[in-house]
């Protein structure tokens, strides 16, 4: 007897162990069937995503292929254009050479107008005075007039009113 009550006690066990295992791997599956319902989800996003990568690596392709292009035609149009700058650098250094003796004689040629314009105005200011006096002196009293005689020209050259 104790035999059949160890027996029912094992059996009671390996029985309830199998339960245990069996709800677990139910609980499991549920879990498993409810990733598998997001996978098709997840790939769809995946491949969307794969494809813009792909488009932007295509598109970065693109990119890279014109930058390279546009550096080799910038590389061969900097070595055109080489002897060009070093002609022109060798014209500007001689036109900077010639720039200043030219720029000096210039300085040198306003300086002596700027003398003359002084000078002609100087004379021009002593003419002008001369003049101013010289009117003075024929509107004016002068006392040669007291000796004229009583001609009428006299008389009208002096300011005389007859």
Do not use: H
Request: glycine letters at 4%; proline letters at 2%; charged letters at 30%.
């Amino acid at each position: 007897m104790r035999a059949l009550g160890l027996l029912l006690i094992v059996s009671i066990l390996v029985s309830m162990a199998l339960l245990m295992i069996i709800l677990s791997q139910q609980q499991l599956l549920t879990t498993v069937y409810k990733e598998t319902d997001k996978l098709p989800n997840e790939f769809d996003r995946l491949v969307n995503e794969q494809s813009k990568l792909g488009t932007a690596k295509a598109l970065m392709e693109k990119l890279l292929t014109q930058g390279k292009k546009a550096v080799e035609d910038l590389k061969a149009e900097v070595a055109k254009t080489g002897p060009d700058m070093e002609k022109r650098k060798t014209e500007v250094d001689a036109c900077e050479a010639r720039k200043k003796p030219e720029g000096d004689e210039l300085a040198a040629k306003e300086n002596e107008l700027s003398q003359t314009e002084a000078t002609l105005k100087a004379e021009s200011d002593a003419w002008n005075q001369e003049i101013t006096n010289l009117k003075a002196q024929v509107i004016g009293y002068r006392p040669i007039c007291d000796y004229v005689k009583d001609e009428e020209k006299a008389k009208t050259s002096c300011g005389i009113k007859a």
